[in-house]
């Protein structure tokens, strides 16, 4: 066996690892895929058509398409600044040892926190019977609902949305608040900048792409959540996702090849969103190294 024996490249068995990985993905993510993006462009019978992308104009569509983006980027914006802050206390905040893994594992777990039980959650704590409601008005006289409080709207499903948001994007925005030099600091320091110029000139600059990133994966988050809407809004509330639900599975509203050609403008929505934040990602690597 000479150098050229050395020279073949050795089979590692390591692929085997990743083999589940790609088997699920293909499996759940991109077969699916692929199925909703073909019958959009078809009808009942499998001819090719584009009526249904045509029908996404209709004004309950669109209407439906409008209030899932205003509930995301609400959802995205509050996420963002209150997740933002959340880890720059634990990151820079100089808190007690303990603060830091107990919030990072309790935001792993929330961050996962959706569908029926979190719909559960809120209407057993704000909904007209909740705990907190019940409390307010019996121990101060606060009715949360005469004063226009309703967890079935708008901002009912954006103040539950920010349960798995602000812990979503503690998770992703700490490494990049952890990898801030300290040189940074102490540059501007000796050069005579405050700490609002420090982060004003320095670490915002250096940060924001990593926070514009965020907040476009949580955009798409929200944007794609149906479990938690339909658990706790059912019908009343009308965004895509429950819209898309019932074109597929309702017996009313039945019109599958509709509902895919709502999937398809979701899935370009997110799409977009993903790519953004995975463009804005590798450009704050390149500071944070």
Same mark, same amino acid.
């Given at each position: 066996?000479?150098? &050229? &024996?050395?020279?073949?490249?050795?089979?590692s068995?390591?692929?085997?690892?990743?083999?589940? +990985?790609f $088997?699920f993905?293909?499996?759940?993510?991109?077969?699916?895929?692929?199925?909703?993006?073909?019958?959009?462009f078809?009808?009942?019978a499998?001819?090719?058509t584009?009526?249904?992308?045509?029908?996404?104009?209709?004004?309950?569509?669109l209407?439906?398409? =409008?209030?899932?983006? !205003?509930?995301?980027?609400?959802?995205?914006?509050? %996420?963002a600044?209150?997740? +933002?802050f959340?880890?720059?206390a634990?990151v820079?905040?100089?808190?007690?040892?303990?603060?830091r893994?107990?919030?990072?594992?309790?935001?792993g777990?929330a961050?996962?926190?959706?569908?029926?039980p979190l *719909?559960?959650?809120?209407?057993a704590?704000?909904?007209?019977? %909740?705990?907190?409601t019940?409390?307010l008005?019996? &121990?101060?006289?606060?009715?949360?609902?005469?004063?226009?409080? @309703?967890? $079935?709207?708008? /901002?009912?499903?954006?103040?539950?949305?920010?349960?798995?948001?602000?812990?979503?994007?503690v998770?992703?925005?700490?490494?990049?608040?952890?990898?801030l030099k300290?040189?940074? !600091?102490?540059?501007?320091?000796?050069l005579?900048?405050?700490?609002?110029?420090? /982060?004003?000139?320095? *670490?915002?600059?250096?940060?924001f792409?990593s926070?514009l990133?965020?907040f476009?994966?949580?955009?798409a988050?929200?944007?794609? *959540?149906? *479990?938690?809407?339909?658990?706790l809004?059912?019908s009343?509330? @009308?965004?895509?996702?429950? $819209?898309l639900?019932?074109?597929?599975?309702?017996d009313?509203?039945? @019109?599958?090849?509709?509902?895919?050609?709502? &999937?398809?403008?979701?899935?370009?929505?997110?799409?977009?969103?993903?790519?953004?934040?995975?463009?804005? !990602?590798s450009?704050?690597?390149? =500071?944070?190294r």
């Amino acid at each position: 066996m000479g150098p &050229a &024996a050395d020279r073949v490249p050795k089979r590692s068995l390591a692929w085997l690892g990743v083999v589940p +990985f790609f $088997l699920f993905a293909l499996l759940f993510l991109v077969g699916p895929t692929l199925y909703l993006i073909v019958g959009a462009f078809q009808d009942p019978a499998g001819n090719l058509t584009l009526a249904n992308l045509v029908a996404l104009a209709q004004p309950q569509i669109l209407a439906a398409y =409008w209030i899932s983006i !205003r509930i995301s980027l609400a959802s995205a914006a509050l %996420g963002a600044v209150i997740g +933002f802050f959340l880890a720059y206390a634990i990151v820079h905040g100089n808190l007690p040892g303990w603060i830091r893994p107990a919030i990072v594992t309790f935001s792993g777990v929330a961050s996962n926190f959706a569908g029926i039980p979190l *719909a559960f959650a809120f209407l057993a704590t704000l909904g007209r019977l %909740g705990l907190v409601t019940v409390f307010l008005n019996e &121990a101060f006289g606060i009715n949360l609902y005469r004063m226009g409080f @309703n967890l $079935l709207s708008f /901002w009912g499903l954006t103040l539950t949305y920010l349960y798995f948001q602000i812990p979503l994007m503690v998770l992703i925005i700490a490494p990049a608040l952890d990898g801030l030099k300290r040189e940074w !600091r102490e540059a501007s320091s000796i050069l005579g900048a405050s700490n609002w110029q420090y /982060w004003r000139m320095v *670490a915002l600059p250096v940060l924001f792409p990593s926070l514009l990133g965020c907040f476009l994966l949580l955009f798409a988050n929200a944007f794609g *959540a149906i *479990a938690t809407a339909y658990a706790l809004t059912g019908s009343s509330l @009308n965004i895509v996702p429950i $819209l898309l639900y019932a074109q597929i599975r309702g017996d009313v509203l039945y @019109n599958p090849n509709l509902g895919y050609a709502l &999937a398809f403008g979701m899935i370009v929505i997110t799409g977009c969103s993903n790519i953004l934040y995975i463009w804005l !990602r590798s450009r704050a690597e390149r =500071w944070l190294r």
